[in-house]
């Protein structure tokens, strides 16, 4: 069932997403060769803490074994749910940051892909593509229309660059938590509801340099591509009010492409 919000809920959904925002124009500029994965994570998780807020992701639970880490962090081949650890990020990496937060109830989503150092041309093109296809995505976002309009306009920008579009995960309904519906694809396939006044949607892109087809590691979290090729990802929150569209969460390409 997906859950529409009033005026005042949205309100609250903006304002942890303008602090998720605020932390990672903070993060991006850190993520840069040596550092570990596992303080870029504790690093959020006293951001966080500090500016009121508390780590959606942390102990989220779907499944048996709970995320244990603030933010998902996913390098080249890794699609999503990548869990800090002790790696070391590397000159050449696409590192795909995501991360939610829980301010007083309302739940914020947003995700990034961020070159480090210097990427080979192949990688920023992936990149820069996903980014544009998220953009492609959310001006197909209007109120009263249907939801996989938004699929068909990121598979649309895509499917020309021969990329593979991850359809086994997907975006989704956030705000009263992270993770509500309905689904938001990539591909137009599954339900195709009205994007009535009221929705709010996590969208988010995972585009491939190869296959589309991914497969899922032994800590039960992270997703790969399934030829081990690199991915990229870019996710902003949406929210539809008053016949209007709005991206609550912020703008960061210009910290990642400059």
Same mark, same amino acid.
């Given at each position: 069932?997906?859950?529409?919000?009033?005026?005042?809920?949205?309100?609250?959904?903006?304002?942890?997403?303008?602090?998720?925002?605020?932390?990672?124009?903070? +993060?991006?500029?850190?993520?840069?060769?040596?550092?570990?994965?596992?303080?870029?994570?504790?690093?959020?998780?006293?951001?966080?803490?500090?500016?009121?807020?508390?780590?959606?992701?942390?102990?989220?639970?779907?499944?048996?074994?709970?995320?244990?880490? %603030?933010?998902?962090? %996913?390098?080249?081949?890794?699609?999503?749910?990548?869990?800090?650890?002790?790696?070391?990020?590397?000159?050449?990496?696409?590192?795909?940051?995501? =991360?939610?937060?829980?301010?007083?109830?309302?739940?914020?989503?947003?995700?990034?892909?961020?070159?480090?150092?210097?990427?080979? %041309?192949?990688?920023?093109?992936?990149?820069?593509?996903? =980014?544009?296809?998220?953009?492609?995505?959310?001006?197909?976002?209007?109120?009263?229309?249907?939801?996989?309009?938004?699929?068909?306009?990121?598979?649309?920008?895509?499917?020309? *660059?021969?990329?593979?579009?991850?359809?086994?995960? =997907?975006?989704?309904?956030?705000? *009263?938590?992270?993770?509500?519906?309905?689904?938001?694809?990539?591909?137009?396939?599954?339900?195709?509801?009205?994007?009535?006044?009221?929705?709010?949607?996590?969208?988010?892109?995972?585009?491939? +340099?190869? $296959?589309?087809?991914?497969? $899922?590691?032994?800590?039960?979290? $992270?997703?790969?591509?399934?030829?081990?090729?690199?991915?990229?990802?870019?996710?902003? $929150?949406?929210?539809? *009010?008053?016949?209007?569209?709005?991206?609550?969460?912020?703008?960061?390409?210009?910290?990642? *492409?400059?």
């Amino acid at each position: 069932m997906i859950r529409l919000k009033n005026e005042k809920q949205i309100d609250g959904i903006r304002k942890s997403c303008k602090m998720l925002s605020a932390m990672y124009r903070d +993060l991006i500029p850190l993520v840069k060769p040596g550092i570990q994965t596992v303080e870029i994570d504790m690093w959020v998780r006293d951001w966080i803490k500090k500016a009121g807020g508390k780590p959606a992701f942390l102990g989220y639970a779907p499944r048996k074994k709970a995320f244990p880490a %603030s933010i998902c962090i %996913s390098i080249n081949e890794e699609v999503i749910h990548g869990i800090p650890c002790k790696r070391r990020i590397r000159d050449g990496d696409l590192v795909s940051l995501d =991360c939610g937060i829980d301010l007083d109830g309302f739940i914020s989503d947003q995700a990034v892909s961020i070159e480090v150092g210097k990427v080979s %041309s192949e990688v920023k093109k992936l990149n820069t593509i996903t =980014c544009e296809s998220l953009y492609k995505g959310i001006a197909a976002v209007k109120a009263g229309d249907r939801l996989l309009q938004i699929a068909r306009a990121v598979e649309g920008h895509v499917k020309p *660059f021969g990329y593979g579009i991850v359809k086994e995960y =997907c975006g989704h309904g956030v705000g *009263f938590a992270l993770h509500e519906d309905p689904h938001v694809p990539n591909t137009p396939h599954g339900a195709n509801p009205k994007m009535n006044n009221g929705i709010v949607l996590a969208i988010e892109p995972m585009i491939n +340099l190869g $296959t589309g087809d991914v497969d $899922t590691l032994e800590d039960e979290w $992270t997703i790969v591509t399934a030829d081990d090729r690199i991915s990229a990802h870019w996710e902003h $929150t949406v929210a539809v *009010f008053g016949g209007k569209t709005e991206v609550l969460t912020e703008p960061l390409e210009q910290l990642v *492409f400059g």
